[in-house]
């Protein structure tokens, strides 16, 4: 079975900075992935170098079988971005972010047809935003941001998906439901790679688990991946102290 995304020996500098070293992963259909570790530890620059966004010094990646570049022509990747890299003041609707989804089946004409409307109609009943399609994208709560981009890969009907933190700064009920999308999502056979500092929230969202740090330390079932030993490797003996802590 071909794999959703296979990284093999890749490195990356920017600069004389090492953002990554010698990474490896392999990721199937069917699964959910969390991607964890500290600041600056490569967790975007290795979102970036999937999605063909930065250019590896060495080594390979490949999404589908195919390049990131047509993986990303095709649609079969979605990329939900952090939120700061996003700008909120451009003049676009709810409905216009998540029909962007759909750009690569558009044809020459760039116009919509019936199919690609009723797309972002299931895609945004998905999510639980129809009745704020009109509005302004950047007039929306945190979480509901993250749920229209979620929308926007459903209706492009991306088989891999990779989310940059998409639980910062988001409300309890926009959590719940993009918890509930993604493993539906991979239930359906896409391939989901979240990014996230929420450690305990881990084990309940995630089938398994990539500690990085620079390289990959550690890649297993999130009980595995979590253990104070890997942890301390990763974020130091601090983290290793406050989880021993009484409640």
């Not at 490569?42 to 060495?58: A, N, Q």
């Not at 797309?119 to 709560?141: F, K, M, N, P, Y």
């Amino acid at each position: 079975m071909t794999a959703a995304i296979r990284v093999e020996g890749v490195t990356v500098h920017y600069g004389d900075v090492l953002a990554l070293d010698g990474v490896d992963v392999t990721l199937d259909h069917g699964r959910v992935c969390g991607l964890v570790g500290m600041n600056g530890s490569g967790k975007s620059t290795l979102f970036k170098t999937i999605m063909g966004m930065v250019r590896p010094d060495t080594g390979t990646v490949s999404i589908d079988g195919g390049t990131p570049a047509r993986a990303r022509k095709t649609g079969v990747i979605g990329y939900v971005p952090q939120s700061e890299d996003v700008d909120w003041s451009f003049p676009l609707s709810v409905r216009d972010v998540v029909m962007t989804g759909r750009y690569g089946r558009l044809g020459f004409t760039r116009r919509p047809r019936r199919a690609d409307h009723e797309a972002v109609d299931h895609a945004l009943e998905r999510v639980e935003l129809t009745e704020l399609a009109g509005r302004q994208i950047g007039q929306l709560s945190g979480g509901q941001r993250k749920r229209a981009f979620v929308a926007r890969g459903i209706a492009q009907g991306a088989r891999v998906l990779l989310l940059d933190e998409p639980f910062a700064g988001v409300d309890k009920r926009s959590e719940a439901t993009i918890t509930r999308l993604l493993k539906e999502l991979a239930a359906d056979g896409a391939a989901v790679l979240i990014s996230t500092h929420d450690l305990h929230a881990l084990p309940g969202l995630a089938d398994e688990a990539i500690l990085l740090m620079r390289k990959v330390l550690a890649h297993g079932s999130p009980g595995e991946v979590l253990r104070p030993e890997n942890l301390a490797l990763a974020f130091g003996l601090d983290v290793l102290q406050r989880e021993e802590e009484p409640a």
